[in-house]
């Protein structure tokens, strides 16, 4: 029976690898009906430029977004801690016990990452963030550009009177499907990999406390990530020949 199995596994992969496909893979793409147009790639262009020119001593670029639902899943049984041959045991089942949201700005120059946790995402607390930013953030950065998506927790009424109080801040919408353009989305990655990869923390308490320790601990070690003008076009030109 494992061999019948085994050999009409191998004729699969025999007709795949014969027709080129690999099912296994996937790629997003942009649908048709939203064609990328010219207003499409003068905003990515102004958004490129911005992450890569020449910055003045009165300007910084944060690129700001949120991770969302963050749960701590405390698990039912403890975690049994490895031992010599035998790795970390983590008990299947886990109980609920709320969620975060961590509202976190890149710094596109230096690297250095700000952080700040909430138990909802809505206006308010994106106010709050951009308030703690503007206390921490000297008055000598009198320019501060923002790159974030177009979604209303980013540009409704109540951010937009906050905004005209704060004259510094300066706001740029990354375009529709274009999450990969807001630098903050790859430290989310680093983030996910290095403290999420297992979800066992006791309480959002914990959850938050190792969340602040990680900013702070990253931080000790920033660094920019690599974005040019080249690498940016050769992405473009490749996304134009898939779109065609």
């Known amino acids: ?7 009409a596994c191998s004729r699969r992969v025999r007709i795949l690898t014969h027709h080129k496909l690999k099912p296994w893979r996937h790629h997003m793409w942009l649908s048709p009906k939203h064609p990328r147009d010219a207003a499409f790639y003068a905003q990515v262009t102004a958004l490129i430029t911005l992450y890569t020119r020449p910055l ?8 700001l977004d949120e991770k969302t639902s963050l749960q701590p899943r405390p698990r039912l049984h403890p975690t049994k801690p490895a031992q010599p041959g035998v790795p970390n045991r983590v008990e299947h089942g886990y109980r609920r016990d709320g969620a975060l949201n ?4 890149f710094d596109t120059r230096t690297g250095r990452v700000y952080g700040q946790c909430h138990s909802r995402k809505r206006q308010r607390e994106c106010i709050a963030f951009l308030t703690a930013l503007d206390a921490e953030i000297p008055s000598t950065i009198t320019t501060i550009h923002v790159v974030c998506n177009n979604v209303s927790t980013h540009h409704g009424k109540e951010v937009r009177q906050w ?13 529709v499907h274009c999450s990969w353009m807001n630098q903050v989305e790859q430290w989310f990655s680093i983030l996910q990999r290095k403290r999420f990869g297992i979800v066992d923390f ?6 938050q406390a190792q969340i602040d320790q990680f900013i702070a601990a990253w931080n000790q070690v920033a660094h920019p990530f690599n974005w040019s003008t080249k690498s940016v076009t050769k992405i473009m030109a490749d996304a134009s020949a898939k779109a065609a």
């Open 56 to 63: 003045r001593p009165d300007e910084m670029v944060l690129s």
């Open 1 to 7: 029976m494992g061999l019948h199995r085994t050999g």
């Open 202 to 207: 006791a309480s959002k308490a914990v959850l």
């Open 163 to 175: 905004l005209q109080s704060h004259a510094r801040f300066v706001f740029h919408f990354t375009p």
């Open 102 to 105: 961590l509202f976190a700005a």
